[in-house]
């Protein structure tokens, strides 16, 4: 994680730095001042930014305002608890003030990072609720065969068993890992761990057969992705 300190004491920017250092995941690109962090944050694209409040010419308010296209995770370090609430209006995750001890540094920094890897990890569905009659299931994506589009459901095939939820196929598209599951066709997405083998047809086409026998069309211009993604 690339973290940019900013403060106009060099002082302080040292006292960080040296904090910052002992985490082996946390990598320092750089520290300055409020009139230069634009620029770093710009060139550098920090991870993490640690931006102090109250400094000549530009304050940390106006660093995130003026530097809109990239924003970090931001925690503010400032000797002025007064700013506090206009600290979190800005969407800060968290506010240090000087002066600080390890333990509140750290703390700071591991809500930091948490933060980091939730903006930087896709996260992707794990189960799906779907209803019966009788019951409401929860189904577990890896246990799903494939989908089928049914007009404003998708049709869940399970071991054999056909469940309906109503999702259309590209909103199912975008909650499903991309490195398991694979639309093959405009009415029909597939979990990879499911094919057993692939068959071509004319003009490009394929059929895929999965494990439990089901055979499904790979249409043609969907088929160089598909093949990306089972080497994959």
Not at 99 to 118: C, T
Request: net charge negative; aromatic share 10%.
């Amino acid at each position: 994680m690339k973290v940019l300190i900013v403060d106009d004491e060099p002082l302080a920017r040292q006292t960080v730095r040296m904090l910052a250092e002992t985490d082996r995941e946390l990598t320092v690109v750089g520290e300055c001042s409020g009139i230069d962090a634009v620029e770093a944050i710009e060139r550098e694209k920090p991870d993490l930014l640690f931006l102090d409040i109250q400094m000549p010419e530009v304050d940390g308010f106006e660093v995130l305002e003026r530097a809109s296209g990239h924003v970090p995770v931001v925690v503010f370090i400032t000797a002025f608890d007064e700013y506090a609430l206009r600290a979190f209006e800005v969407h800060a995750l968290d506010y240090l003030l000087k002066p600080f001890d390890d333990r509140r540094f750290f703390a700071a920094l591991s809500r930091a990072k948490e933060q980091v890897r939730a903006r930087t990890t896709p996260s992707y569905t794990r189960r799906f609720c779907v209803r019966t009659r009788e019951k409401v299931l929860f189904v577990k994506t890896d246990e799903i065969d494939w989908i089928e589009a049914a007009d404003y459901y998708a049709s869940f095939h399970i071991a054999g068993k056909t469940y309906l939820l109503r999702q259309t196929m590209m909103e199912l598209e975008r909650q499903l890992d991309p490195a398991r599951f694979v639309r093959v066709h405009r009415s029909a997405i597939v979990n990879l761990e499911r094919v057993r083998e692939m068959q071509p047809l004319f003009r490009g086409d394929s059929v895929l057969v999965l494990q439990d026998g089901t055979r499904l069309r790979l249409s043609r211009a969907r088929r160089e992705e598909f093949e990306k993604r089972l080497a994959g």
